[in-house]
């Protein structure tokens, strides 16, 4: 049963999904055990949990996955995520499923370049819809309630300078200017992202 921290939660991504124009019905929430703790604080990971996600990404046979890089945020949520997609995505590479992994930053910090194997350009369009989307997370909104370190500006306010900033740095590298661009790094398989 859902504690209403985690329907909140739920709500909020259905939001944000549907401001990106992504419908309800392509939406799974996992509910795994180790993240229903009711604190912020994760439990360990099961290997229930682990047998779910590998059943999800068995049923999917996607040919990229996208996830969090943020592996030092600040209360450590991203990190546990990560690392039980990490293990089950070895389980179904073992069973000959095969697909990309792309890492992604989000408010705390951006890759630097030489890190980056993919940007994409984010238009003004892309980047206004993204912000709507952060937006649809009321519980993160305003004063978020792990902002990390010093930085007291909202997420929005966060990736919109994030994305402008990466541009910025490809074009004073000499590559092709863009409004916005969101970088990716592929994940090795390495325990680390």
Same mark, same amino acid.
Not at 36 to 41: L, M, N
Not at 48 to 56: F, G, K, N, R, S
Not at 118 to 134: C, F, G, M, Q, T
């Given at each position: 049963?859902?504690?209403? @921290?985690?329907?909140? !939660?739920?709500?909020?991504?259905?939001?944000?999904?549907?401001?990106? #124009?992504?419908?309800?019905? +392509?939406?799974?929430?996992?509910?795994?055990?180790? /993240?229903?703790?009711? %604190?912020?604080? @994760?439990?360990?990971?099961?290997?229930?949990?682990?047998?779910?996600?590998?059943?999800?990404?068995?049923?999917? @046979?996607?040919? +990229?996955?996208?996830?969090?890089?943020?592996?030092?945020?600040?209360?450590?949520?991203?990190?546990?995520?990560?690392?039980?997609?990490? !293990?089950?995505?070895?389980?179904?590479? *073992? +069973?000959?499923?095969?697909?990309? $992994?792309?890492?992604?930053? #989000?408010?705390?910090?951006?890759?630097?370049?030489?890190?980056?194997? !993919? $940007?994409?350009?984010?238009?003004?369009?892309?980047?206004?819809? *993204?912000?709507?989307?952060?937006?649809?997370?009321?519980?993160? *909104?305003? !004063?978020?309630?792990?902002?990390? #370190?010093?930085?007291?500006?909202?997420?929005? +306010?966060?990736?919109?300078?994030?994305?402008?900033? %990466?541009?910025?740095? /490809?074009?004073?590298?000499?590559?092709?200017?863009?409004?916005?661009?969101?970088?990716?790094?592929?994940?090795?398989?390495?325990?680390? #992202?």
């Amino acid at each position: 049963m859902l504690g209403i @921290k985690d329907l909140l !939660r739920q709500t909020e991504a259905r939001a944000a999904a549907l401001a990106c #124009g992504i419908p309800p019905e +392509q939406l799974e929430f996992m509910d795994l055990s180790f /993240y229903r703790t009711g %604190t912020i604080a @994760k439990a360990p990971i099961h290997p229930p949990d682990i047998a779910d996600i590998t059943a999800l990404l068995g049923r999917l @046979k996607p040919s +990229q996955i996208y996830m969090a890089g943020d592996l030092s945020d600040p209360h450590g949520t991203h990190r546990v995520c990560a690392d039980a997609i990490f !293990r089950a995505v070895h389980e179904v590479w *073992k +069973q000959g499923l095969q697909f990309e $992994v792309w890492l992604y930053r #989000g408010a705390w910090q951006e890759w630097a370049p030489h890190e980056i194997d !993919r $940007v994409v350009p984010v238009s003004p369009d892309d980047l206004e819809r *993204k912000k709507l989307a952060i937006f649809r997370h009321q519980s993160q *909104k305003d !004063r978020a309630m792990f902002p990390g #370190g010093v930085d007291r500006r909202e997420f929005w +306010q966060r990736a919109e300078d994030r994305n402008r900033h %990466t541009a910025k740095v /490809y074009d004073e590298l000499g590559l092709p200017e863009f409004y916005a661009l969101e970088g990716f790094v592929q994940w090795n398989g390495s325990s680390e #992202g």
